[in-house]
């Protein structure tokens, strides 16, 4: 006797294809249009383990509400995200509650994969926004020409100059 879709049609039928129909998964009791080859979680091939995936365990969860004020283009906080999440699936194959299948394997592989992009996307963003010794050393001089120019009296221009290149060292707060 063959085992029917246990779907519905859009009319409120009941669905007229064999479970398993069009997937891989003859027992499952629903055809591939009504969810038989559906895969939930980490074993489906969209799986997702970012900072706004549903699928994040609460733990990791928690370390990331923990995070403040997480700045625009600063993608550390992502790479600890990411950092957070293979340890904690490292500790779940660990623990004996994932297997360490080939599947998983590649997953795991594929994680590390965006963790060395994304710290060479950190690189070169810090790289592309930190200014050159040369670059300070030009923004230094056209500053003490505008000066010349536009405040009238040496000791004045020379007041301006020594407070524009002074170097505060930030005050630490208790």
């Known amino acids: 006797m063959t085992k029917y879709c246990g779907g519905k049609t859009r009319k409120g039928t009941k669905c007229k ?3 398993g129909w069009g997937t891989d998964h003859a027992g499952s009791g629903k055809c591939k249009l ?15 383990s970012g900072r706004y995936s549903k699928y994040v365990p609460k733990t990791v969860q928690e370390k990331i509400a ?6 625009l283009l600063d993608l550390a906080d992502e ?3 990411q950092r957070a999440l293979i340890a904690d699936y490292l500790g779940m194959v660990q623990g004996g509650e994932r297997p360490l299948i080939e599947t998983n394997i590649e997953m795991l592989i594929s994680w590390m994969n965006k963790v060395g992009v994304m710290v060479e996307r950190i690189i070169k ?4 926004t930190a200014l050159t010794s040369a670059e300070i050393a030009h923004l230094k001089f056209r500053t003490a020409d505008l000066v010349t120019k536009y405040i009238d009296g040496p000791a004045k221009q020379r007041q301006f100059i020594i407070e524009l290149f002074q170097i505060e060292q930030p005050k630490l707060t208790e």
Not at 34 to 48: F, N, Q, T, V
Not at 125 to 128: Q, R, S
Request: charged share 25%; net charge negative.
């Open 79 to 81: 790479l600890q995200t």
């Open 34 to 48: 009504h969810g038989g080859a559906s895969l939930k979680g980490i074993e489906s091939p969209r799986y997702d």
């Open 66 to 71: 923990e995070l403040d004020n997480y700045p």
């Open 125 to 128: 963003i810090n790289n592309e």
């Open 17 to 19: 294809r064999p479970a």
